[in-house]
């Protein structure tokens, strides 16, 4: 095994240009240690930190919320490498400038040194983009290194993903954002430490949590609450007492927090989890889970319209005839948002959320559907049964349309045993209700019409099966 290569000692540009650098860029990690998070890919002996302590990871994607370490990997692993660290912007740049990049990858090559190209947001490549990386990628010009905060499997075509080694980050716990934002406040070089500043418990818990794991967001917070403090007074003599620390408090945090961005994104994974997680809090019967990610997917910029098609469907498939009022509720809520907008209708659509997440439920109308779907896509061209069929000219009724065919209001109860499926399929049960809700009459209704079918079959009179409750 080749051996592990000393730390690296080559100065980032951050570091380089530290005095004008934001704080979240003055304290971007210089070795692994450094790293807040990521202990399943980087505690001692995971595959990923050796592969990067000896310089030779491959191309790799990592794929991970914003502020988990991403670009600060990309970079550590070319300093580690002693390789040209490239960055590429896949929002800003194309194949133009990514001809450029290889040609100049090659004749470093050529001399020993290897290209790290970083190409951040990579999912922001079409695909012509992706397939001019191929060739280079998979003859070792450069080392490629993507980021996305999106599902690479959405995002990036199958030619390219499989020539790559996928990393996933996770959200920094509250504890690593501690971590860092500690860092920061002794860190004299980098960090606030030279006009010393002590943070309280309350205010250090509070930016630990609405950070949303991200340690950028964090560091940044922090240099904006920073600022809000009073100046330090000047420095005296040399042999001056030791300059009283500042106080960081809760105020000053909640004035720089602002207002929290929320992590979604309407085209990307988070739409299907969160829709996914509505859905299955609708299922599940928890009124609260529902009006909680309704409401993630409202403010996190979700069409209202495309939540109330979901609610709609989901009072067809998951309550059915447990409640028909359901689908009655989930229209009324797409035609009062639909006339009201935001955030007007919103509540209608919550109302929707919290009497559908209550109702019983019941899928046995959606299963009887899909299993009719079946048996008429396996006998596409089974016969309807002449006596059901239509007669509206005499040679029609002469060929026995319509012969036999008897009409249930004829008879007290309204209903006469007749067939109504071709043989095919005559044996065939395509619904069961269920004993919740509404269904339990329906399923006193049909026994009690099998029960009059039986006696007609047996030669009973009609009627004597008793009253349908």
């Known amino acids: 095994m080749p051996p592990k290569r000393s730390e690296p000692t080559q100065p980032s540009v951050f570091e380089q240009n530290a005095g004008r650098a934001p704080l979240a860029a003055r304290m971007r990690p210089r070795t692994l ?19 990067i302590e000896r310089g030779d990871t491959g191309s790799i994607l990592f794929w991970g919320p914003p502020g988990t370490g991403k ?8 300093r580690y490498a002693k390789g040209e660290f490239v960055p590429f912007s896949a929002v800003t740049e194309g194949i133009p400038r990514l001809r450029e990049i290889m040609a100049d990858a090659e ?9 790290i190209l970083f190409i951040d947001e990579i999912h922001r490549f079409n695909r012509g983009q992706q397939d001019a990386l191929l060739p280079h990628v998979e003859a070792g010009t450069v080392t490629l ?31 690593d954002i501690k971590q860092v934002i500690r860092r920061a406040l002794a860190d004299v070089d980098r960090g606030l430490g030279d006009a010393p500043i002590e943070i309280d418990a309350d205010a250090l818990q509070m930016l630990a949590d609405e950070s949303d794991g991200d340690a950028r967001r964090s560091l940044t917070v922090l240099e904006a609450a920073s600022k809000l403090l009073d100046a330090p ?29 929320a992590h979604y994104d309407k085209s990307g994974e988070e739409h299907f989890n969160l829709i996914s997680a509505y859905h299955k809090a609708l299922r599940g019967s928890d009124p609260n889970g529902a009006l909680y990610w309704l409401a993630r997917m409202i403010d996190g ?57 209550s109702a019983p439920k019941s899928n046995r109308v959606y299963t009887a559907w899909q299993a009719a779907q079946a048996a008429a ?32 209001h004829n008879v007290p109860e309204a209903y006469i045993p007749q067939d109504y499926l071709p043989d095919e399929v005559a044996k065939e049960n395509f619904y069961t209700p269920s004993s919740f809700g509404f269904e339990k009459d329906v399923a006193k209704r049909l026994e009690w019409w099998a029960e009059l079918k039986r006696r007609a079959e047996s030669g009973d009179e009609p009627g004597t099966a008793g009253e349908a409750e």
Not at 71 to 78: E, F, G, H, K, N
């Open 33 to 51: 240690d450094e790293v807040a998070g990521q202990p399943h890919l980087l505690e001692a002996g995971r595959a990923l930190r050796e592969s």
């Open 71 to 78: 670009t600060t990997l990309a970079r550590l692993i070319a």
């Open 107 to 115: 004749k470093r090559l050529a001399m020993g040194t290897r290209t």
């Open 145 to 175: 290194i993507g980021a996305t905060t999106e599902n690479p499997s959405f995002e990036l075509n199958g030619a390219l993903l499989s020539r790559l080694r996928v990393y996933v980050l996770e959200s920094l716990t509250s504890d």
């Open 233 to 261: 007074a000047a420095q005296g003599a040399a042999d001056a007492a030791p300059m009283a620390p500042r106080r960081l408090g809760a105020r000053e945090v909640r004035e720089a927090l602002q207002w929290r961005a």
């Open 301 to 357: 910029g979700e069409d209202g319209m495309y939540i109330a098609r979901r609610t709609v469907r989901f009072a067809s498939e998951d309550i059915g005839l447990a409640d028909p009022r359901a689908l009655q509720m989930a229209i009324a809520a797409r035609d009062a948002y639909h006339f009201l907008g935001a955030p007007e209708g919103e509540l209608a659509l919550a109302e929707a959320a919290v009497y559908l997440a």
């Open 377 to 408: 896509r396996r006998t596409p061209a089974a016969p309807v049964p002449k006596h059901i069929r239509n007669a509206p000219t005499s040679l029609m009724k002469d060929l026995g349309y319509g012969a036999g065919y008897q009409y249930a």
